[in-house]
């Protein structure tokens, strides 16, 4: 095979849906209080500190009570009204970089899938829905008992926040 031809490595992704009896505003509350109002600039911080101890220092004043930090968001309610779906709809992109070369140093390629996202869900009834797809269902695609130990490990603290947060009503 040469370089310029794509090497196919099929996988299954399990997406994970948790419903929620809280309104969707609350909801994202209940979300960014974890992780963060303002996106960390995680890459500007890298360059800042030279080594892994001062920069896992200053990485670790960021992770909110559950492990994650917010690195962005996308509110995709925003635009897709002007389609016809008038839905509230926020995708974010959550991590720790500390938990990411967990899996990062048993697999780079793992890196595809690291930060996560979540996407909150205005649904009816006033209600709303977080959903993810299990980190461990993404990066393990080839046999790699270590990384894979450590993508459970992170599917673990993923779940623990979204039951939290979806949990109870406003």
């Known amino acids: ?20 009896t809280k309104r969707f505003d609350d909801l994202v509350d209940a ?8 996106p960390v600039p995680i890459d500007a911080i890298g360059k800042l500190y030279p080594d892994w101890e001062s920069y896992e220092h200053e990485v670790q004043s960021h992770v909110g009570p ?8 996308f509110d995709h309610g925003g ?15 959550i991590g720790n970089p500390l938990i990411a070369i ?15 996202e979540l996407l909150l869900t205005e649904e009816d009834n006033d209600t709303s829905a977080l959903t993810y797809v299990v ?10 008992p270590p990384l894979l ?14 039951s939290k947060v979806t949990a109870g009503s406003a």
Not at 149 to 162: G, Q, S
């Open 1 to 20: 095979m040469s370089t310029s031809e794509p090497q196919t490595i099929g996988f299954d992704g399990v997406r994970l849906r948790y419903g929620s």
């Open 31 to 38: 979300v960014l209080d974890d992780v963060g109002r303002e």
């Open 66 to 73: 559950n492990g994650f930090m917010l690195f962005g968001s």
């Open 79 to 93: 635009w897709i009204a002007k389609a016809g779906i008038h839905k509230k709809v926020l995708r974010l992109v």
């Open 102 to 116: 967990t899996m990062l140093r048993h697999d780079v390629t793992a890196g595809l899938f690291a930060p996560v």
């Open 135 to 144: 980190p461990s269902s993404l990066m393990v695609v080839e046999p790699n």
């Open 149 to 162: 130990a450590a993508a459970r490990e992170l599917d673990a603290k993923l779940a623990a926040l979204a």
